[in-house]
């Protein structure tokens, strides 16, 4: 059955239950994804998934339940194993559904339109032909990848509350594989956006150039040095470490920022904002996924922790408005907090100044290993990197096998530049990350 | 879960456009979970998975196809796309299916969802309060209790029908100790293909509790890691991360059949260290990461990777082994429907050696002793690799001395497995989740304590 079918058992049986506080929220998605292999299309994917959860307080407590099965018999099941899950909580916080009828924001509609299986072949075929083609040291394994995707989500509860939201994006995906006969090296590029406007000769480009430039490379000598990340690079840092502005984590004793708002917490010229309508992100929401509606704010303002990221739950627990950031982790979750487009704010200065005012010392392109590298309680991370050397001013060196560690808390007060453009390096997602270039002052660096 | 004739017809429809294989793969979970943080249950996941995904080739092509919708109807319509996207032609294969019954070498004594919530509640206590309460430095504490009941049905061309059913259960707690204003973590997760029946004998759930907080604690005290290059000493069970990372990815045909592993073209030849037999053993009894079948319904098989240093094989599923020339080793996994299934690990380890845990320790004049390891992650291509070390401590003139945090191992796999010099004797397995292009499934790790020669440690 379709989900508006599927609800209306879900409302009976609610009703039937005495179940007088619940919510009924879906997402689904479609997606087409091709590969390809040696010239040729060697794979091609079509996923269709999505469920829908249904949540309901029973003793002032929240219960879960989800199914992926849209029948009349699961219906009544998630609605009677909800109620008997909220019976089993313990925790004694007050829980909240959103009332219906409150003003939102529009969000710029960005739903583009899909191209069919053809189109997508021929431009995987293109990519793959530009590709070769880019630089004869390219050889086989490089592959290409272009895909469509769809989403969308819609949230109903018993106080009014109906909304949903839909949204489609494409992408295009070169990964580069070159050799010079001793080395081999990888690297690849995605980029987002409406499928006609998807830039293949420019992500080729940047992946065979990337892959090149680490061909010939050393590991970075042991020592502290200034260090400068990419936009890339500190957007992955930032990605692991944005769940210190979560007050959930907060007050849970998984942050240190509890109760620090108004204080300093970074250099003085740090701003940290979170924007759900950032305009680079193919996706710009109205509502979170509680249903309240979102909000741009400054979480750092010069330096200063302006907030931290609420949704109902923990806002009531710290006596404070919502920020409008709920979130689910897929439809089965329960309600957390993620950011939307959380980005440093830019500085002043270009890429090469930044780099002269580094003088000596490295410039890190990419992180690895953040999963395990990055403590986001004590902030420690230690992290596989690779990148340039800087040697008076200017990158020199190709350098990798090497990490960088230090501490996020200490990291966000060492900043010492910043550069005067934002980048968004996957600029789709209902979270995204961006950053300038930044200086940091004195990181460790391991390598031979 | 779909009948045979079902089955049938959709295999008919899937291979309508010339394929020479078809596939169906369809899934049934009920995956259960209890949190616990703040001392109180705080929230319990209850969620079904259902639907199937299909899958066809032609040659060196392969189309996949996934749906929620298991009718007939929608299944015939997912198996048309397939179809579609392969091309145009005619059936030219018929399809014929046949059950076969493949065993369970994984015996459950207690299926976790006929066990009520409140008992699973009073076990998971057991470890969360173990770990609350061996300290008054152990600030905040989380726990959860898992258990996934998997059931998949696969049904090809070839005229296989058969079903498996897959248990698995795991407490995992994480603990934070303070001390002098710095929070560390620590985290012991053991799982198992067992019911709850793991508790009884296999899993003392208060000792994972201790295991956590004991970890936190020592960390929490623990100054910087040095930065270097050095010998390390891995310790045994979850330490296997390293070779699973630095080696094991690069064996699986899903890298290999593209030329983008490091190990291509190395069959019978040495690329490791003589002391290094590895191991990919699918058909361990109830061990976390052991199947009956795997996703394509090929057996589980146990298969020697590395002996004393040769590669002997890789690990190949249909599609990849097409490109290859190699039959299926039993390694094909995906996590769900949804995700296009490739070569995976199951419980991959290295082999118990002859050296002794003291002469390991012994030989290092100044290194480190990695404890216990978290995770990590490589790119197969080129064998770079990076791992965390959870617990690590310095080496100095063989003894083991003070504790050391946020220590990082980075280096390439096939230097590091050249540079495994010594192979210890305490072999034990760890609990793992690994993730990849098929998603995110479940994996055992191990080995017994290993030295490193060297190896880049990344520290401050």
Same mark, same amino acid.
């Given at each position: 059955?379709?989900?508006?079918?599927?609800?209306?058992?879900?409302?009976?049986?609610?009703?039937?239950?005495?179940?007088?506080?619940?919510?009924?929220?879906?997402?689904?998605?479609?997606?087409?994804?091709?590969?390809?292999?040696?010239?040729?299309?060697?794979?091609?994917?079509?996923?269709?998934?999505g469920g829908v959860c249904f949540r309901c307080i029973v003793g002032g407590k929240m219960g879960y339940a989800s199914t992926e099965e849209l029948s009349a018999a699961e219906a009544e099941s998630i609605v009677k194993r909800a109620a008997e899950n909220a019976k089993a909580l313990e925790n004694d916080?007050?829980?909240?559904?959103?009332?219906?009828?409150?003003?939102?924001?529009?969000?710029?509609?960005?739903?583009?339109?899909?191209?069919?299986?053809?189109?997508?072949?021929?431009?995987?075929?293109?990519?793959?032909?530009?590709?070769?083609?880019?630089?004869?040291?390219?050889?086989?394994?490089?592959?290409?990848?272009?895909?469509?995707?769809?989403?969308?989500?819609?949230?109903?509860?018993?106080?009014?509350?109906?909304?949903?939201?839909?949204?489609?994006?494409?992408?295009?995906?070169?990964?580069?594989?070159?050799?010079?006969?001793?080395?081999?090296?990888?690297?690849?590029?995605?980029?987002?956006?409406?499928?006609?406007?998807?830039?293949?000769?420019?992500?080729?480009?940047?992946?065979?150039?990337?892959?090149?430039?680490?061909?010939?490379?050393?590991?970075?000598?042991?020592?502290?040095?200034?260090?400068?990340?990419?936009?890339?690079?500190?957007?992955?840092?930032?990605?692991?470490?944005?769940?210190?502005?979560?007050?959930?984590?907060?007050?849970?004793?998984?942050?240190?920022?509890?109760?620090?708002?108004?204080?300093?917490?970074?250099?003085?010229?740090?701003?940290?904002?979170?924007?759900?309508?950032?305009?680079?992100?193919?996706?710009?929401?109205?509502?979170?996924?509680?249903? %309240?509606?979102?909000?741009?704010?400054?979480?750092? #303002? =010069? !330096? $200063?922790?302006? @907030?931290? /990221?609420?949704? &109902?739950?923990?806002?009531?627990?710290?006596?404070?408005?919502?920020?409008?950031?709920?979130?689910?982790?897929?439809?089965?979750?329960?309600?957390?907090?993620?950011?939307?487009?959380?980005?440093?704010?830019?500085?002043?200065? %270009?890429?090469?100044?930044?780099?002269?005012?580094? #003088? =000596? !010392? $490295?410039?890190? @392109?990419? /992180?690895?290993? &953040?999963?395990?590298?990055?403590?986001?309680?004590?902030?420690?991370?230690?992290?596989?990197?690779?990148?340039?050397?800087?040697?008076?001013?200017?990158?020199?060196?190709?350098?990798?096998?090497?990490?960088?560690?230090?501490?996020?808390?200490?990291?966000?007060?060492?900043?010492?530049?910043?550069?005067?453009?934002?980048?968004?390096?996957?600029?789709?997602?209902?979270?995204?990350?961006?950053?300038?270039?930044?200086?940091?002052?004195?990181?460790?660096?391991?390598?031979? | 879960?779909?009948?045979?004739?079902?089955?049938?017809?959709?295999?008919?429809?899937?291979?309508?456009?010339?394929?020479?294989?078809?596939?169906?793969?369809?899934?049934?979970?009920?995956?259960?979970?209890?949190?616990?943080?703040?001392?109180?249950?705080?929230?319990?996941?209850?969620?079904?998975?259902?639907?199937?995904?299909?899958?066809?080739?032609?040659?060196?092509?392969?189309?996949?196809?996934?749906?929620?919708?298991?009718?007939?109807?929608?299944?015939?319509?997912?198996?048309?796309?397939?179809?579609?996207?392969?091309?145009?032609?005619?059936?030219?294969?018929?399809?014929?299916?046949?059950?076969?019954?493949?065993?369970?070498?994984?015996?459950?004594?207690?299926?976790?969802?006929?066990?009520?919530?409140?008992?699973?509640?009073?076990?998971?206590?057991?470890?969360?309060?173990?770990?609350?309460?061996?300290?008054?430095?152990?600030?905040?504490?989380?726990?959860?209790?898992?258990?996934?009941?998997?059931?998949?049905?696969?049904?090809?061309?070839?005229?296989?029908?058969?079903?498996?059913?897959?248990?698995?259960?795991?407490?995992?707690?994480?603990?934070v100790a303070e001390k002098n204003g710095e929070s560390q973590t620590g985290f012991y997760g053991p799982g198992r293909r067992m019911g709850m029946e793991m508790f009884e004998h296999e899993v003392d759930a208060k000792a994972v509790g201790v295991r956590a907080a004991q970890q936190a604690i020592t960390?929490?005290?623990?100054?910087?890691?040095?930065?270097?290059?050095?010998?390390?000493?891995?310790?045994?069970?979850?330490?296997?991360?390293?070779?699973?990372?630095?080696?094991?990815?690069?064996?699986?045909?899903?890298?290999?059949?593209?030329?983008?592993?490091?190990?291509?073209?190395?069959?019978?030849?040495?690329?490791?260290?003589?002391?290094?037999?590895?191991?990919?053993?699918?058909?361990?009894?109830?061990?976390?990461?052991?199947?009956?079948?795997?996703?394509?319904?090929?057996?589980?098989?146990?298969?020697?990777?590395?002996?004393?240093?040769?590669?002997?094989?890789?690990?190949?599923?249909?599609?990849?082994?097409?490109?290859?020339?190699?039959?299926?080793?039993?390694?094909?996994?995906?996590?769900?429907?949804?995700?296009?299934?490739?070569?995976?690990?199951?419980?991959?380890?290295?082999?118990?050696?002859?050296?002794?845990?003291?002469?390991?320790?012994?030989?290092?004049?100044?290194?480190?002793?990695?404890?216990?390891?978290?995770?990590?992650?490589?790119?197969?291509?080129?064998?770079?690799?990076?791992?965390?070390?959870?617990?690590?401590?310095?080496?100095?003139?063989?003894?083991?001395?003070?504790?050391?945090?946020?220590?990082?191992?980075?280096?390439?796999?096939?230097?590091?497995?050249?540079?495994?010099?010594?192979?210890?004797?305490?072999?034990?397995?760890?609990?793992?989740?690994?993730?990849?292009?098929?998603g995110s499934i479940p994996t055992t790790v191990g080995q017994p304590l290993i030295r490193v020669s060297k190896i880049t440690v990344g520290g401050r």
């Amino acid at each position: 059955m379709d989900f508006n079918e599927f609800k209306k058992c879900v409302i009976n049986a609610a009703q039937s239950l005495g179940l007088k506080e619940y919510e009924l929220y879906y997402s689904a998605s479609e997606s087409t994804d091709i590969g390809t292999f040696k010239h040729e299309i060697n794979e091609f994917s079509s996923a269709e998934d999505g469920g829908v959860c249904f949540r309901c307080i029973v003793g002032g407590k929240m219960g879960y339940a989800s199914t992926e099965e849209l029948s009349a018999a699961e219906a009544e099941s998630i609605v009677k194993r909800a109620a008997e899950n909220a019976k089993a909580l313990e925790n004694d916080d007050t829980q909240f559904l959103v009332e219906g009828g409150q003003e939102y924001r529009k969000a710029e509609d960005k739903g583009y339109p899909l191209p069919d299986t053809p189109e997508l072949i021929a431009t995987a075929l293109k990519g793959d032909k530009a590709l070769y083609d880019a630089d004869p040291l390219v050889i086989d394994g490089s592959q290409c990848g272009t895909g469509v995707s769809s989403f969308k989500v819609a949230i109903a509860n018993s106080k009014g509350l109906d909304l949903s939201y839909e949204s489609s994006t494409a992408y295009f995906m070169a990964a580069a594989v070159v050799s010079d006969g001793k080395e081999m090296s990888d690297e690849f590029k995605v980029v987002h956006g409406p499928f006609d406007k998807l830039d293949i000769d420019g992500a080729v480009k940047e992946a065979v150039e990337k892959a090149k430039a680490m061909l010939d490379y050393d590991s970075a000598p042991t020592g502290n040095y200034p260090v400068v990340f990419s936009p890339e690079a500190m957007t992955s840092m930032l990605g692991v470490f944005s769940g210190i502005f979560n007050s959930e984590n907060a007050q849970k004793g998984l942050s240190r920022l509890l109760g620090r708002e108004g204080e300093k917490i970074a250099a003085d010229f740090v701003s940290i904002i979170d924007d759900p309508f950032y305009p680079e992100n193919g996706i710009n929401l109205s509502f979170d996924d509680e249903g %309240s509606p979102t909000c741009t704010k400054a979480v750092v #303002e =010069n !330096g $200063v922790l302006k @907030t931290l /990221l609420y949704n &109902l739950k923990t806002a009531n627990k710290a006596g404070v408005k919502t920020t409008g950031n709920a979130s689910k982790a897929g439809y089965s979750a329960s309600v957390g907090i993620r950011p939307f487009t959380f980005y440093i704010a830019p500085g002043n200065i %270009s890429e090469e100044e930044l780099l002269k005012k580094a #003088e =000596n !010392g $490295v410039y890190i @392109t990419s /992180l690895g290993g &953040l999963h395990a590298g990055a403590n986001s309680v004590s902030g420690d991370f230690s992290l596989q990197s690779s990148g340039f050397m800087i040697e008076n001013g200017v990158k020199t060196k190709a350098v990798k096998s090497f990490t960088v560690s230090g501490n996020f808390y200490e990291l966000l007060k060492n900043i010492s530049a910043l550069s005067d453009t934002v980048k968004l390096p996957r600029p789709y997602g209902k979270t995204a990350f961006g950053s300038p270039s930044v200086l940091v002052e004195g990181l460790s660096v391991a390598g031979k | 879960m779909i009948t045979r004739e079902v089955c049938e017809r959709v295999l008919r429809k899937a291979i309508s456009t010339g394929a020479d294989y078809a596939e169906i793969f369809a899934e049934h979970s009920v995956n259960h979970s209890i949190n616990m943080i703040a001392d109180k249950v705080d929230n319990i996941s209850d969620s079904v998975i259902a639907g199937a995904g299909i899958r066809v080739f032609k040659g060196l092509r392969s189309v996949a196809a996934s749906t929620t919708d298991t009718s007939e109807a929608g299944l015939l319509r997912c198996a048309e796309k397939a179809a579609d996207a392969l091309g145009q032609g005619s059936a030219e294969i018929s399809i014929n299916l046949t059950e076969r019954l493949f065993g369970d070498i994984h015996p459950i004594k207690t299926v976790p969802s006929s066990v009520p919530v409140a008992e699973k509640i009073r076990i998971l206590k057991d470890g969360y309060f173990a770990a609350r309460e061996y300290s008054p430095e152990i600030k905040q504490v989380s726990g959860t209790l898992l258990d996934i009941d998997h059931n998949i049905l696969i049904a090809n061309s070839e005229g296989l029908y058969a079903e498996d059913r897959q248990i698995r259960t795991r407490i995992s707690v994480n603990a934070v100790a303070e001390k002098n204003g710095e929070s560390q973590t620590g985290f012991y997760g053991p799982g198992r293909r067992m019911g709850m029946e793991m508790f009884e004998h296999e899993v003392d759930a208060k000792a994972v509790g201790v295991r956590a907080a004991q970890q936190a604690i020592t960390m929490a005290g623990a100054g910087y890691c040095p930065a270097g290059v050095m010998p390390v000493a891995i310790g045994n069970g979850f330490g296997g991360v390293i070779f699973h990372e630095a080696c094991g990815h690069s064996l699986e045909a899903s890298s290999v059949a593209y030329g983008l592993s490091q190990f291509c073209g190395k069959l019978g030849t040495q690329i490791a260290n003589p002391k290094v037999t590895a191991i990919d053993d699918g058909t361990i009894p109830n061990a976390w990461g052991s199947i009956n079948i795997d996703d394509e319904g090929t057996p589980a098989q146990r298969k020697v990777l590395i002996e004393k240093g040769i590669l002997k094989t890789y690990m190949v599923d249909k599609f990849n082994g097409r490109r290859m020339g190699l039959p299926s080793t039993g390694s094909a996994r995906r996590q769900s429907y949804s995700y296009v299934t490739t070569s995976r690990m199951t419980n991959t380890f290295i082999a118990e050696g002859e050296d002794s845990n003291d002469d390991i320790i012994a030989s290092m004049e100044y290194g480190l002793f990695a404890k216990e390891m978290g995770g990590g992650s490589v790119n197969p291509a080129t064998g770079e690799f990076n791992f965390a070390v959870n617990e690590g401590y310095m080496v100095r003139n063989g003894k083991i001395c003070e504790p050391v945090r946020g220590a990082s191992l980075v280096g390439k796999g096939s230097d590091v497995i050249m540079n495994i010099d010594m192979v210890g004797k305490n072999l034990d397995l760890g609990t793992g989740m690994c993730g990849a292009s098929s998603g995110s499934i479940p994996t055992t790790v191990g080995q017994p304590l290993i030295r490193v020669s060297k190896i880049t440690v990344g520290g401050r």
